[in-house]
């Protein structure tokens, strides 16, 4: 009794054994046991089995990823074709997005086999469809909620206004990978849902910056600091001009010679308030001085401490009230 045990068991261990030798079908071709029909599957080997598993979880977000990128040029040469689309706010935050993908919302690891042969690993990452779709879906529904928030105006457009949409535009981006998401799960195609939404977007930031800045500056020469600031708005796609407007920048400016030396100096100084002249509140400001210097005489000197506050304001400027309507 005790040899039959012993030859069974003998029997079993080199079956396993056997077994433990054979390739799964899913190693070369995942859809033997995983049918496209019903999930998402890649497969990945390394040396060991950690490798394996990210390697499998890094073929499953490839997939994913080449799709974003096809939506992403899509976008480009939409860009590209028409000069300006309302996609095209979509465009610089799509990539940041698409990176969310690196953690696939419902990714699983299967399978895990080891070939005996050459100490390989191999792993299967999947992705149920119905249930991962459930997932994005539950995802999208809370980023486009957000976003309707953000674009909710009740008190008519303001600089608070473009803040919101441009988080709104980010938001949008990420609704958009998202969708490309659901869609490849065979969930319902919500990619027009969100396109139509960053279109909402894009016209209330339209809206939000037609809004008139009306520059005013005191101490200015020829028009030249006012100039200055109303290109460092329009630069940004806002209008300026508009003595009734709602928003003003208030500037003071001061060139006061500096005798020093043996060269003629002038000291510039300009301080600037944006201002809701609604409600009375600043903004922001922006203050700026430095002195310029030339050899020959005190006019020269003028007005190189009026191009060195011309071109500070003008490189400036933009990019401090683009740090403002960010924050």
């Known amino acids: 009794?005790?040899?039959?045990?012993?030859?069974?068991?003998?029997?079993?261990?080199s079956f396993a054994?056997?077994?433990?030798?054979?390739?799964?079908?899913w190693v070369d071709r995942p859809s033997s046991i995983y049918p496209d029909s019903r999930f998402v599957s890649a497969v990945g080997g390394g040396g060991d089995r950690r490798q394996a598993e990210t390697n499998a979880l890094g073929?499953?977000?490839?997939?994913?990823k080449q799709s974003v990128s096809s939506r992403i040029r899509m976008i480009e040469s939409e860009i590209e074709v028409n000069g300006r689309s309302t996609s095209a706010s979509l465009n610089s935050s799509s990539i940041e997005a698409a990176a969310a993908l690196d953690t696939l919302i419902g990714a699983e690891i299967k399978n895990t086999w080891n070939d005996p042969r050459n100490g390989v690993w191999y792993a299967a990452a999947v992705m149920e469809k119905a249930q991962c779709g459930a997932l994005y879906t539950g995802e999208l529904n809370k980023t486009i909620s957000e976003i309707n928030t953000l674009i909710a105006i009740s008190d008519g457009v303001s600089f608070e206004t473009i803040s919101k949409c441009q988080a709104a535009q980010k938001l949008a981006a990420q609704a958009d990978v998202y969708a490309t998401?659901?869609?490849?799960?065979?969930?319902?195609?919500?990619?027009?849902?969100v396109s139509e939404l960053t279109a909402r977007i894009a016209g209330t930031m339209n809206e939000a910056k037609a809004i008139p800045v009306d520059v005013r500056v005191k101490g200015d020469i020829n028009g030249r600091i006012k100039a200055a600031?109303?290109?460092?708005?329009?630069?940004?796609?806002?209008?300026?001009?508009?003595?009734?407007?709602?928003?003003?920048?208030?500037?003071?400016?001061t060139f006061t010679p500096a005798p020093q030396g043996r060269y003629f100096n002038t000291r510039y100084t300009v301080d600037a308030v944006l201002k809701d002249t609604r409600t009375g509140a600043e903004l922001f400001t922006y203050n700026i001085a430095n002195r310029e210097s030339h050899p020959a005489n005190q006019s020269d000197a003028?007005?190189?401490?009026?191009?060195?506050?011309?071109?500070?304001?003008?490189?400036?400027?933009?990019?401090?009230?683009q740090e403002y309507l960010d924050s």
């Open 302 to 321: 003028d007005n190189r401490a009026l191009i060195g506050a011309e071109r500070k304001i003008t490189e400036e400027f933009p990019e401090i009230l």
């Open 229 to 253: 600031f109303a290109g460092a708005f329009t630069s940004l796609g806002f209008r300026t001009g508009n003595r009734n407007s709602r928003f003003a920048l208030e500037v003071t400016t």
């Open 59 to 64: 073929a499953l977000t490839a997939f994913f």
């Open 181 to 193: 998401v659901l869609a490849l799960l065979d969930g319902p195609n919500r990619q027009q849902e």
């Open 1 to 13: 009794m005790k040899k039959i045990i012993s030859l069974v068991f003998l029997v079993n261990l």
């Open 17 to 25: 054994y056997v077994n433990a030798q054979i390739k799964p079908s």
